[in-house]
């Protein structure tokens, strides 16, 4: 599993690209291949798993939730709904969508930090104030 360290503010870019620190990549299991599954985080954030991550946390939902229990189901539906792929691009930057950014009101600058086997995408306003 990855386990992030560091605290990271960086420029998003007028298409809602952001370049991946070279510290968080360097963090990455190779398993990832460099790509991430980013999704609504649970308190105002987005949350970027790495791939395996990704497929972990799928498979054990998987196996753990009860698609006939109307509450998982309604979990299910708000955690997937905004899954979407990212890869890094030549120049280590991932092209996040633009309906997620201005979710969290991101335009311009945000911060990176670590979550709980993930990466943590913050508007600048809602980190500080946090």
Not at 14 to 32: T, W
Not at 74 to 99: C, Y
Not at 111 to 120: A, F, H, V
Request: glycine fraction near 6%; charge should be positive; charged fraction near 30%.
């Amino acid at each position: 599993m990855s386990h992030f360290l560091g605290e990271h503010r960086v420029k998003v870019d007028s298409k809602g690209r952001i370049k991946l620190p070279a510290s968080l990549k360097q963090q990455m299991n190779p398993e990832a291949q460099g790509k991430f599954v980013v999704n609504r985080g649970f308190e105002g954030c987005l949350e970027m798993y790495p791939l395996d991550i990704w497929i972990r946390y799928r498979n054990v939902l998987q196996k753990k939730v009860n698609k006939f229990n109307p509450k998982h189901r309604k979990f299910i539906r708000r955690f997937i709904s905004g899954a979407t792929e990212l890869a890094l691009d030549a120049a280590d930057r991932l092209n996040f969508p633009n309906h997620l950014l201005k979710e969290i009101d991101v335009a311009g600058e945000a911060y990176l930090t670590p979550g709980q086997d993930t990466i943590e995408l913050w508007s600048v306003k809602k980190y500080e104030e946090n």
